[in-house]
């Protein structure tokens, strides 16, 4: 991911705001080919200075097929992002995009049985908890999940490179920046709704 100096950002507490709530992310790889699957991802942070993601595809998707302890591949988070128009500035200019996103290069770690049923009961856990009638993995049986865990290719991903970005028009005068607020918070759009509030909150 290319980022500029000025919407480049070293704080991890955004990182992992981005990574909680926008989990449903890209796994891509190369190897025969490039390869890419959205996988649902946990950040793995018990350590915070060893943190790393969790995640799983099926075992019969042909990137699990290739994937092997020590490879390396990046996992793609979009967090919120929204479309920014040229008719919102005071003279004539291109339109573009808001948004905030991670990246993170990191190195597999293919998961044993223990680590697989571990990640399947914190994954599960992590979006069952709001439901009506919640259905936790130990209430499904062990014999039932690890039946059903013989389809699925659980890995660790260590990292070794994280990008986050926050193109939030910090390249806009005062006069712009505001008036794109002020356009956003009436959107229909969550997202452009959500911008605008992180627009805000740099300028604090």
Request: with cysteine; charged share 30%; hydrophobic share 35%.
């Amino acid at each position: 991911m290319f980022v500029p100096k000025l919407y480049k950002s070293e704080d991890l507490d955004l990182m992992r705001a981005i990574i909680r709530e926008n989990s449903f992310a890209l796994l891509i790889s190369s190897g025969d080919k490039i390869r890419a699957t959205h996988s649902m991802m946990i950040l793995k942070e018990d350590d915070p200075e060893n943190i790393y993601i969790e995640a799983h595809i099926s075992r019969a998707n042909p990137q699990a097929k290739t994937l092997e302890n020590g490879d390396e591949v990046l996992c793609d988070f979009l967090g919120a992002h929204t479309y920014i128009s040229s008719s919102w500035y005071d003279h004539v200019n291109v339109s573009t995009w808001n948004y905030e996103a991670v990246q993170i290069y990191g190195k597999v770690e293919v998961m044993h049985q223990d680590e697989l049923y571990s990640h399947l009961e914190k994954l599960t856990s992590k979006y069952e908890k709001f439901q009506q009638c919640p259905m936790m993995v130990k209430d499904m049986g062990r014999e039932f999940v690890e039946k059903e865990m013989k389809g699925a290719f659980g890995i660790k991903i260590i990292p070794t490179e994280i990008f986050i970005k926050h193109k939030l028009s910090q390249n806009r005068k005062e006069t712009d920046f505001q008036n794109i607020i002020s356009h956003l918070e009436t959107s229909s759009d969550e997202n452009a709704r959500k911008i605008a509030e992180k627009m805000k909150l740099i300028k604090k």
